[in-house]
Nanobody, 124 residues
Framework: QVQLVESGGRLVQAGGSLRLSCVAS????????MGWFRQAPGKEREFVAA????????YYADSVKGRFTISRDNAKNTVTLQMNSLKPEDTAVYYC?????????????????WGQGTLVTVSS
């Protein structure tokens, strides 16, 4: 089972960009569907984006389509989330996650492994 460590969260102004990174330990990274979730203050955790391999499919929440891009580098065991045109409502703790299938990550929002989270604050 992989372990996940996120980085890159910080304070940014609305309209700005931010890149989150997640590094995974272990040699089985490429077998996982990798995703990002977020939890805003007082709200439930929600799905943001996911990527699978070897079929290069990506999935996005409607709220971030066209603004966020998820990508993975299996050679470096990393998954990144490029966030553009940020809005105050994007403020949340962002979690990297890994699951064995698209169903568990994208459909069920129940991946097997979670990172500790990184805080993104978007000021208006």
């Amino acid at each position: 089972q992989v372990q996940l460590v996120e980085s890159g969260g910080r304070l940014v102004q609305a309209g700005g960009s931010l890149r989150l990174s997640c590094v995974a330990s272990g040699r089985t990274f490429r077998t996982y569907v990798m995703g990002w979730f977020r939890q805003a203050p007082g709200k439930e955790r929600e799905f943001v984006a996911a990527t699978m391999w070897p079929v290069d499919n990506t999935y996005y929440a409607d709220s971030v389509k066209g603004r966020f891009t998820i990508s993975r580098d299996n050679a470096k065991n990393t998954v990144t989330l490029q966030m553009n045109s940020l809005k105050p409502e994007d403020t949340a703790v962002y979690y990297c996650a890994a699951g064995r299938s698209v169903r568990t990550v994208v459909a069920a929002h129940d991946p097997e492994v979670w990172g500790q989270g990184t805080l993104v604050t978007v000021s208006s």
